[in-house]
């Protein structure tokens, strides 16, 4: 069966610091991956998808990037936090190639940024 | 374009009554259509899915319709317990454009015992 992990699962973090959230399939190929934020008591934002190694979509300009430096491994970075990046991200999956596939989510990172 | 419109909350029902949460959606092809649930503290995990006109999901006691006449995916259940207190989402997939997801705004359902 398929599995994500994604961690760490809460983060405080100062302004202006570095960021790196990390997140991993098992038991899957070649799948979609996704990166979505989530503001306390709102809905989810789309931030970045991938299909493939190496390829990735951004949806929302600012401070954020993504890496896909793995088939299944998608990372969210970045080098100078804003108060504004405080809330909750979800990295999830689908399979690639399948238009009817659901998203998976992992348990989410909760970063406050301080 | 693509969009999901869910009923705006909170919800709050005592435990056995009767749940609907709404949700319509806009597609420019032939999505699929999914419910998501949303506890505290923690990521969304798929409650049901339907992937043509008419399909009906269910589990744990909750059902929704594809209905395209209508254009909608309602959610409901017949009798709610205090632990189906959560946020839930409605959400399509258009495989015309990808392997793109459009999710409503959620609604937080509080069930009192």
């Known amino acids: 069966s398929q599995t994500i992990h994604q961690w760490p699962a809460t983060l405080v973090q100062p302004v202006g610091s570095p960021l790196s959230l990390e997140c991993t399939v098992e038991g899957t190929s070649n799948p979609n991956l996704y990166w979505y934020r989530q503001a306390a008591g709102r809905g989810l934002q789309l931030l970045f998808y991938?299909?493939?190694?190496?390829?990735i979509s951004s949806e929302v300009p600012q401070n954020l990037s993504a890496s896909r430096p793995q088939d299944r491994q998608f990372i969210l970075s970045s080098k100078k936090l804003l108060l504004s990046d405080s809330g909750f991200y979800l990295c999830a999956w689908t399979r690639g190639g399948v238009g009817n596939s659901p998203l998976h989510f992992g348990n989410g990172t909760r970063l406050t940024v301080t | 374009g693509n969009s999901v419109t869910q009923m705006e909350g909170p919800v709050t029902l005592s435990e056995e009554a009767f749940l609907t949460i709404n949700c319509t959606y806009t597609a420019t092809g032939y999505p699929s259509l999914f419910w998501y649930v949303q506890y505290p503290g923690e990521g969304l995990q798929l409650l049901l899915k339907a992937t043509k006109a008419d399909d009906k999901g269910s589990n744990k006691g909750f059902e929704a319709t594809y209905r395209k006449e209508t254009t909608s995916f309602h959610l409901e259940k017949g009798s709610v317990q205090v632990s189906d207190s959560a946020v839930y989402f409605c959400?399509?997939?258009?495989?015309?454009?990808?392997?793109?997801?459009?999710f409503g705004t959620g609604t937080s359902l509080t069930v009192i015992p």
């Open positions: 959400a399509l997939s258009d495989p015309n454009t990808g392997n793109q997801f459009y």
């Open positions: 991938s299909v493939g190694i190496g390829q």
